[in-house]
């Protein structure tokens, strides 16, 4: 079975922080995500990689950066934490299928919390 | 451009009778459609999903979605609701502007079965 897992399941910073939240995936994944989920706004798109080293900008990209510096890492970065940063985030990978049909396995979230 | 709509946050239905998560869609290519579960503080599930072929497909947990081109929707099934069924549902489309798998995610909807 795909095994997406998360650093941290729950996790409270101070204003201006800087925050790692680290995501590693067991399957040899080429392309890996990270989401925010908020109540009413479902879940949208950060930044996401399809390879090492490689990222692309998501839907809501601002106020945070990514590193992938191997295949099976992704690490999502607020610079300095703000309180609208405050929400569910989940990780999720899925290989380079044939037809792109493949599905993402997510990771079992960080709820982070930004006083 | 892509979207999907979930035009029901709440579905409220007793435990044995059908029910019926709405799903419409709107995409540029072909619609490859996700459903997943999201349990409480959990990350996402994978349930089923639609590439091509059979109009009705069959998922984990009893659950199956009918593909309909014409109304542009996949609706999410099951003949017989449990408690354990009550969870977050989210609908996703293959979101065609970008590479690398991306998905498009509805809002939600908050399913739950009364016993």
């Not at chain 1, 925010?36 to 706004?41: A, E, N, T």
């Not at chain 2, 459903?35 to 349930?47: C, E, I, K």
Request: hydrophobic share 35%.
């Amino acid at each position: 079975d795909v095994k997406v897992t998360q650093s941290s399941r729950y996790l409270v910073k101070r204003t201006g922080e800087k925050v790692f939240l680290e995501c590693v995936q067991d399957m040899d994944h080429e392309n890996m995500f990270w989401y925010r989920q908020d109540p009413g706004l479902g879940l949208r798109l950060i930044y996401f990689s399809y390879d090492v080293k490689m990222k692309e900008k998501g839907d809501i990209p601002e106020g945070y950066s990514v590193s992938r510096e191997k295949k099976e890492r992704f690490s999502l970065i607020l610079e300095s934490a703000s309180t609208n940063q405050t929400s569910m985030y989940l990780c999720a990978s899925t290989s380079e299928g044939e037809n792109l049909q493949d599905t993402q396995y997510f990771g079992p979230g960080t709820r982070l919390t930004v006083l | 451009a892509q979207s999907v709509a979930q035009p029901e946050d709440q579905v409220n239905v007793a435990e044995g009778n059908p029910l019926t998560v709405k799903c419409t869609y709107s995409v540029s290519g072909n619609p490859y459609l996700f459903w997943y579960v999201q349990y409480p503080n959990r990350g996402l599930q994978f349930l089923l999903k639609y590439i091509t072929g059979d109009n009705l497909v069959k998922g984990s947990y009893g659950f199956e979605a009918e593909f309909n081109k014409s109304q542009t929707s996949f609706h999410l099934k099951k003949p017989s609701a449990l408690v354990s069924d009550s969870a977050l549902y989210f609908c996703a489309v293959r979101d065609w502007g970008t590479g690398a798998n991306n998905l498009f995610f509805g809002t939600g909807t908050r399913l739950t079965v009364i016993p």
